[in-house]
Nanobody
Framework: QVHLVESGGGLVQPGGSLRLSCAAS????????MDWYRQSPGKERELVAH???????TYADSVNGRFTISRDIGRNLVYLQMNSLKAEDTAVYYC??????????WGQGTQVTVSS
């Protein structure tokens, strides 16, 4: 059984930083494509950052240069380092995995609020 559990969300002031973690069980993050999505009230869920099994990364234009996705293979974790946070980054952030057979898994989400 696969579980993705996000943590690290919270309240931060504009310009601040947060690091989100996604703890995976039942899959090996090194072998899967891993993503971070986010969803704000009234908006569709959007892809924020993506890392392939081959370690290629892509980012949404809105976060490029501020956010970094990475993996800790030894701990089977995926991170999203978020710097220079803006009010428009406020959302629920979700960890997502796609396996070699195109199977998909989602975490339950963690709230990030950027406000002064």
């Amino acid at each position: 059984q696969v579980h993705l559990v996000e943590s690290g969300g919270g309240l931060v002031q504009p310009g601040g930083s947060l690091r989100l973690s996604c703890a995976a069980s039942g899959i090996i993050v090194m072998f899967n494509n891993m993503d971070w999505y986010r969803q704000s009230p009234g908006k569709e869920r959007e892809l924020v950052a993506h890392i392939t099994a081959g370690d290629s990364t892509t980012y949404a234009d809105s976060v490029n240069g501020r956010f970094t996705i990475s993996r800790d293979i030894g701990r089977n974790l995926v991170y999203l380092q978020m710097n220079s946070l803006k009010a428009e980054d406020t959302a629920v952030y979700y960890c997502h995995s796609t396996g070699s057979m195109r199977e998909e898994y989602w975490g339950q989400g963690t709230q990030v609020t950027v406000s002064s």
